[in-house]
């Protein structure tokens, strides 16, 4: 069985990370995505919330399952008893970053590899931060964002302006 670990940060989980899942799905037995818990960003949403968000857009998906991790990828990947890891490159500004991350893990562990799928066009100027920064200046986000995730979006912001108003 072949198994694919998808990581990342997911805050929020954007239409560009689906379709990465997705294609993932039908390349691999089995796909899980890894939700990083312990990130130096201070994320918009918890990383239970995060995992939980990605849960609710892939129920159609049988074969993927999402789980957190804190510490190594490459040692949440041998845990996922996975060896290949999953990376979507949206651009060339992306690569520098992704290759090094990759040639590092391979380093530490020989026997994981990266792949990387090349993200969709209609989504290759997509990020998470972008959506939050347009979201904060209370911009149009539904055409980033599965729409339940557009509201937690909302809400999340707003909530915060709340509280810093406060
Ligand atoms: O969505 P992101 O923030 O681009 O994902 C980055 C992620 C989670 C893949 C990366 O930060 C990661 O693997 N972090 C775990 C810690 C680790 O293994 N660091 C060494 C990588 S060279």
Known sequence: MTTAVYPGSFDPVTLGHLDIIERTARMFDHVIVGVLQNNSKTPLFSVEERVNMVRSIISHLENVEVRSFDG??????????????????????DFEYELQMAQTNRVIAPD????????????SYLSSSIVKEIASYDGDIDAFLHPDIACQVRERIRQNKEKSRA
């Not at 996922?80 to 651009?91: I, K, P, Q, T």
């Not at 994981?112 to 989504?123: E, M, Q, S």
């Open 112 to 123: 994981v590899d990266t792949i990387f799928l090349t993200t969709n066009l209609r989504y």
């Open 72 to 93: 190594l990828l490459v040692d949440f990947v041998h845990q996922c008893g996975a060896d290949v890891v999953v990376r979507g490159l949206r651009a060339i500004t």
